[in-house]
């Protein structure tokens, strides 16, 4: 039997991390060629063939990194590859599958992966997590969802998962939707599939910068009302609950709203923003009426990275307003 060829692009994170000395604390050290030697059992599953994208911890990475790595899975797309794979620091892990899954224009599966604990640590989850990877890489039934997150044996949509607590190795979750499959015994078995995919985004030419701040007891707005003069492009409020603040901090919202896209997400980490359920100074129906625009159910940190690919882009405020509606769920299409 012929077996598919998957692509592995290392960007470094805790799968890749060593000591430079025993005991001390561990940094990137690992190429994507020592991490393939790592794990057991890949030549049953594919060619692999490895590259070293970067070898940063997931804090330093940039969406200039994340668009080279687009760029670069593409290109091993159609030279053939079945499916690539990404290794990433975990840390950041979610908004970079959520980015490339916005951008993501091929049926083949890019699937992203990691580690919670580090190659020397005892009972290491790397060499597991990346040989589900590529198992997921390869498998027909993966085609068409766009980016994965592989952990842990689960497969997560990359629109719906986040990092959920510090340590451990279950730590990753997809709250209000689950994952959609897992690998078992060697093999993906997909339990779910999305009705469908939103059609990806163009691959943003430009730049935009677009700030992400969380409503907290006592907020009076203040630090929106800076951003107005700090070039700003646009801003993301975090908001208490089903996506509300006070009423001062709405007046800020209306002030910002002028002169930016405002979008209000909860804080929560899951469920949508209300719509029309609240009626007081600062509640959804209320930002709203001051020109704010509801993120459904993004969270704050996918909207934002949303947000920033469509001003990146060159969006007209009706596009900005429409893939908002469509990929928070608050769309009738």
Not at 48 to 61: C, E, G, I
Not at 170 to 180: C, D, Q
Not at 203 to 224: I, N
């Amino acid at each position: 039997m012929t077996l598919p060829t998957v692509a592995v692009g290392a960007l470094g994170g805790t799968i890749a991390m060593t000591p430079a000395h025993p005991g001390e604390p561990v940094a990137p050290e690992l190429s994507a060629a020592q991490l393939i030697r790592t794990v057991r059992g890949l030549e049953a599953v594919a060619h692999v063939a490895a590259t070293s994208l970067r070898n940063l911890p997931s804090p330093a990475l940039t969406t200039a990194d994340v668009l080279d790595a687009l760029a670069w899975a593409r290109a091993q797309v159609d030279d053939g590859a079945a499916g690539v794979v990404l290794t990433h620091g975990t840390d950041t892990l979610e908004e970079s599958a959520f980015l490339l899954d916005l951008l993501w224009d091929r049926p083949a599966p890019l699937v992203l992966t990691g580690a919670m604990r580090p190659p020397r640590s005892p009972g290491p989850d790397g060499p597991a997590n990346l040989y589900a990877a590529v198992v997921v890489a390869a498998a027909p039934a993966a085609r068409d969802l766009g980016a994965v997150v592989v952990l842990d044996d689960e497969v997560h949509l990359a629109r719906w998962v986040t990092k959920t607590r510090t340590a451990g190795v279950g730590a990753f979750a997809s709250p209000g939707a689950g994952p959609v499959g897992r690998v078992v015994e060697g093999a993906l078995v997909l339990t779910l599939r999305p009705a469908r995919r939103a059609a990806p985004l163009p691959v943003p030419a430009g730049a935009a910068q677009v700030a992400l701040l969380e409503f907290t007891l006592g907020d009076d707005g203040a630090l929106l009302r800076l951003l107005g003069g700090a070039g700003f492009d646009g801003v993301v409020v975090a908001g208490a609950g089903a996506g509300h603040v006070s009423p001062t901090a709405a007046e800020a919202v209306s002030c910002a709203a002028e002169r930016m896209p405002v979008l209000i997400a909860s804080r929560t980490g899951s469920g949508p923003t209300a719509t029309r359920t609240y009626g007081y100074p600062g509640s959804e129906t209320d930002l709203v009426r001051r020109g704010a625009q509801l993120a459904g159910s993004l969270t704050g940190r996918k909207a934002r990275l949303l947000l920033w690919a469509l001003l990146a882009g060159g969006a007209d405020a009706a596009t900005v307003r429409r893939e908002v509606a469509r990929r928070g769920g608050l769309a009738g299409d």
